[in-house]
C-alpha cells in the first residue's frame, strides 16, 4: 500500500565506491523527484523526471545520474562516493500540474565512510 | 544569503500552547507556498498549501502569506505532543516545474 517507497533504507559504504537507491510510486504520478537532506535538515532538489524525461538537474556533481526506466520508477545511481555524500536522499512524486503537492518517500540514509 | 530563511528552533512548548512558526523569502516571484511536515525518520508530508497573499485554514492550523513583506507563518492552535516535528516551509515561482524551495526547517517540541 505503500505510496512512494525507496530501496534500501540505509546504505553504508566506504569513499570511491559505486551505489544505487532505487524509487517506486504507484500514484499513477507523472513526476518524480530526488532530493538529498543534509545533516542540518536543509532539503534541496537535486533531479526532476516528468514522463521519463529530465525536467530539472540542478547543480549537482556528474557523478550522480539519475534513470528513470518508466514513469512510474526513478533511481538514483552514485559514482566514486565521497565523504560529503552522507545524507538522506529522498524519493517524491506529483501529478503534472501538482507540483505543490509532492508525496514523499520514507528516505534512504547514506553514510559514507 | 538563502533564498528561503527559516529558524531552526528548536522550539520547545507546553501542550495547548499557540505556535507560530515563520519563514522569510527573497524571491518576489514565488507565487505559491506550503507548509510540510517531518516526523523524525520519516519522509515530509504536505500540511498546507497556500496561492498567493491571505489566509486558509484547516482545523487547528492556520496558514498566512504576506507578499508584500515576503513573510509566511503557520499558526498551530491547542498544540498537542503529536505536533512534534520538524515544520519546513516551501515555495515555489509560477513555472510548472514543481522546483520547490524549502526553508531548513523548525524543530517543535510540543511537551505534554
Known amino acids: 500500500d505503500t505510496a512512494v517507497s525507496q530501496t534500501p533504507k540505509y546504505l553504508v559504504t566506504q569513499m570511491g565506491n559505486d551505489k544505487s537507491i532505487k524509487c517506486e510510486q504507484n500514484?499513477?504520478?507523472?513526476?518524480m523527484y530526488w532530493y538529498k537532506q543534509d545533516s542540518k535538515k536543509f532539503l534541496k532538489i537535486m533531479f526532476s523526471?516528468?514522463?521519463?524525461?529530465?525536467?530539472i538537474n540542478e547543480t549537482v556533481p556528474n557523478r550522480f545520474s539519475p534513470k528513470s526506466p518508466d514513469k512510474a520508477h526513478l533511481n538514483l545511481h552514485i559514482n566514486s562516493l565521497e565523504l560529503g555524500d552522507s545524507a538522506v536522499y529522498f524519493c517524491?512524486?506529483?501529478?503534472?500540474?501538482?507540483?505543490?503537492?509532492?508525496?514523499f518517500g520514507p528516505g534512504t540514509r547514506l553514510l559514507v565512510l | 544569503q538563502k533564498e528561503v530563511e527559516q529558524d531552526p528552533g528548536p522550539l520547545s512548548v507546553p501542550e495547548g500552547a499557540i505556535v507560530s512558526l515563520n519563514c522569510t523569502y527573497s524571491?518576489?516571484?514565488?507565487?505559491?507556498f506550503m507548509w510540510y511536515r517531518q516526523y523524525s525518520r520519516k519522509g515530509p508530508e504536505l500540511l498546507m498549501y497556500?496561492?498567493?497573499?491571505g489566509n486558509k485554514e484547516d482545523g487547528r492550523f492556520t496558514a498566512q502569506v504576506d507578499k508584500s513583506s515576503k513573510y509566511i507563518s503557520l499558526f498551530i492552535r491547542d498544540s498537542q505532543p503529536s505536533d512534534s516535528a520538524t515544520y519546513l516551509c516551501?515555495?515555489?515561482?509560477?513555472?510548472?516545474?514543481?522546483?520547490?524551495?524549502f526553508g531548513q526547517g523548525t524543530t517543535l517540541q510540543v511537551k505534554p
Open positions: 517524491a512524486s506529483s501529478t503534472a500540474s501538482g507540483g505543490e503537492t509532492q508525496y
Open positions: 500514484l499513477g504520478h507523472d513526476t
Open positions: 523526471y516528468n514522463n521519463k524525461e529530465l525536467i
Open positions: 524571491n518576489s516571484a514565488f507565487q505559491y
Open positions: 497556500t496561492y498567493s497573499s
Open positions: 516551501a515555495m515555489h515561482g509560477s513555472s510548472n516545474t514543481g522546483k520547490l524551495i
